[in-house]
């Protein structure tokens, strides 16, 4: 059997574990400020480079391309998308196109491509262009609205306008945030402008599909924990809990998204929320959904969507004709805490020898800072479980995270905003 090559555009050490678990040769463009002791040990291949920059990546591309002789370009990972896109078209391999992708990159993008499409799943919109737009805006959509970087991730930098009143407020946040770079988590994503939507109410969930040469498979969806106070998600679980009718309608929502954006392969995150005239988009990513989302559903469906991200491309699978079952259910609940400085940590070990615990993380330690909760960034870890439904999983898992785990937080008046 002939080795298969693959080209993998930044990434996760899962990500190209799953890989070579496959048998897959991979030479891996890796950023260097994402670079792990495992993927050098993993790669084949491993050239260290700004995998975001086009222009560097182009003639590397090619001339490795004459090297190792690639049978495909994938990228799991949202800062990788766009350029694996652009890479594959321009080496003339099959996958999602290039402007697919920069629509999904691109909320105003995603927003202006749903209107032209006329379609249903889609909110009033526009383009923050100074302070009186914000204005004029929330007499147009109403309030509250929510304010969004276009081209970030993990909730950064979301703003929500209560009122008129609150405008100015938005208006100092945007002028604070344009023009810099992501601080949190990661730093590969410029904030260069800013889009309005009207507030979407209802539940929300996240739909993960895998889509074979334009047929898009609901895999999943994901019942997902929100606060409105904070754009920071608290957990999510699968299956979700809904009616028959309604799964329907959010499944046949996102395949319509799928369409009209021009997805037509590998895995895909679509967040909806089911509101009173049905399920509306608030955004959607060809890749894997992240906050352990991936591993939920490889526990409860036995379907792992980031090795069939990698193996697809590859052609090493078949396509699926229909949605897996589910054989069970998984949670994640991530951990927060009030702001202040942390003093203790404990409950870590005997959580994870729990035999429903599929994972736990802490990422605190005494003498840490705890910042108020603005987006996934703030969570402080997490616990995921195994159970046999999803009541099951959900009992559990909120009960090891909020007394299982301990971390122990010392308030302080400057993180909370007390003044003597």
Request: glycine content about 10%; hydrophobic content about 45%.
């Amino acid at each position: 059997m002939t080795v298969k090559t693959l080209l993998l555009v930044g990434g996760t050490d899962r990500h190209l574990a799953r890989a070579k678990e496959l048998g897959v040769r991979v030479v891996m463009f890796q950023h260097p400020d994402k670079l792990t002791a495992r993927q050098t040990g993993l790669a084949d291949a491993l050239l260290m480079v700004d995998y975001t920059d086009w222009d560097t990546v182009r003639p590397l591309a090619g001339a490795a391309h004459q090297v190792w002789a690639f049978d495909a370009v994938v990228s799991l990972t949202e800062g990788g998308l766009a350029v694996a896109a652009r890479l594959r078209e321009e080496l003339g391999f099959p996958g999602t196109p290039h402007l697919a992708t920069v629509r999904l990159r691109d909320k105003g993008r995603m927003r202006a491509r749903l209107r032209e499409a006329g379609s249903r799943l889609t909110v009033e919109s526009g383009s923050v262009t100074d302070r009186a737009s914000l204005t004029a805006f929330g007499e147009l959509a109403g309030y509250p609205f929510i304010v969004k970087p276009t081209d970030t991730t993990a909730g950064f930098g979301l703003i929500r306008v209560s009122d008129a009143a609150d405008a100015d407020r938005a208006w100092a946040r945007i002028e604070e945030l344009r023009g810099g770079r992501t601080d949190r988590g990661s730093t590969l994503y410029t904030v260069t402008a800013f889009l309005m939507e009207a507030y979407i109410d209802g539940p929300e969930f996240s739909v993960e599909a895998f889509s074979f040469a334009g047929a898009h498979i609901v895999v999943a969806v994901t019942e997902k924990l929100v606060d409105e106070s904070h754009f920071a998600e608290l957990g999510h679980a699968v299956p979700a809990r809904l009616s028959v009718a309604d799964r329907s309608a959010v499944a046949d929502a996102v395949a319509e998204f799928l369409t009209v954006m021009g997805v037509t392969d590998g895995p895909s995150h679509t967040e909806v929320r089911l509101s009173r005239r049905g399920p509306v988009v608030i955004e959607g990513h060809n890749r894997v959904g992240g906050g352990q989302i991936g591993e939920l559903v490889r526990e409860a469906y036995g379907f792992d969507l980031t090795s069939y991200g990698v193996a697809w491309p590859l052609r090493m699978v078949p396509a699926l004709s229909e949605a897996p079952r589910a054989t069970g259910a998984a949670c994640t609940r991530f951990l927060l805490r009030d702001p202040g400085r942390v003093v203790a940590v404990g409950g870590v070990a005997e959580t994870a020898a729990h035999p429903g615990v599929l994972s736990v993380e802490v990422s605190v330690e005494p003498g840490d800072t705890v910042r108020p909760v603005r987006d996934n960034w703030d969570r402080l870890g997490h616990v995921a479980v195994r159970a046999a439904d999803t009541d099951a999983a959900v009992e559990l898992c909120e009960r090891l995270a909020g007394s299982g785990i301990r971390i122990e937080v010392a308030g302080d008046r400057a993180l909370t905003g007390v003044t003597s």
